[in-house]
């Protein structure tokens, strides 16, 4: 069984990266949300713990990062 990334076209990683330079470029909160939750594997509770904000922020911030960069993934060029 081929890991995630393996079946991924590089195009669409380095589109991907792309998204993501620009968000913490633009919101960099953000940015360190989808960090440590898509990669690092934190929970919610975690990383609203390590950033001293609620949950609730956390989970808005996750749902802003996840509609920013599907709008720039999206976009042509």
Request: no cysteine; net charge negative.
């Amino acid at each position: 069984v081929a890991a995630p990334a393996a079946a991924t076209p590089v195009e669409e990683l380095l589109a991907i990266h792309d998204a993501l330079s620009e968000l913490e470029r633009e919101e960099p909160r953000l940015a360190e949300v989808v960090e440590w939750h898509f990669f690092g594997g934190l929970t919610f509770s975690e990383i609203a713990e390590a950033t001293d904000v609620s949950r609730r922020t956390v989970q808005r911030d996750w749902r802003a990062a996840r509609a920013l960069l599907h709008l720039e993934l999206a976009s042509p060029g």
